[in-house]
């Protein structure tokens, strides 16, 4: 049984930084090709924000969040992570770490986490 579970969110004035981790249980980690974090705001789709790929960790990033996130991964803590900076009231959303045995951006990931709050104050 996989389970992926977040932390990190909160709220966190405009222009501030939060740092969301999402482990990962389970002895599939090492098998999961592609990881990232989606985030669904109020009314609004559910859309992604970050992937990192493969052994050599091809990162991908939505053009929103481009130069103020990073998304990494560390295989020994079965952990990946999303470092927010520069935080806008536009990135509030329930951020949700995901993760599939094969090279995906979008779409239907094989495993979601229950998502983590981020609210950001302007």
């Known amino acids: 049984q996989v389970r992926l579970v977040e932390s990190g969110g909160g709220l966190v004035q405009a222009g501030g930084s939060l740092r969301l981790a999402c482990i990962a249980s389970g002895r599939m980690f090492s098998s999961f090709t592609s990881m990232g974090w989606f985030r669904q705001a109020p009314g609004k789709e559910r859309e992604v924000v970050a992937v990192i790929t493969g052994s050599g960790g091809t990162t991908r990033y939505t053009d929103s969040v481009k130069g103020r996130f990073t998304i990494s991964r560390d295989n020994f803590k079965n952990s990946v992570y999303l470092q927010m900076n520069s935080l806008k009231s536009e990135d509030t959303a329930v951020y949700y770490c995901?993760?599939?045995?094969?090279?995906?951006?979008?779409?239907?990931?094989?495993?979601w986490g229950q998502g983590t709050q981020v609210t950001v104050s302007s």
């Open positions: 995901v993760a599939d045995r094969s090279i995906r951006y979008q779409g239907n990931y094989e495993y």
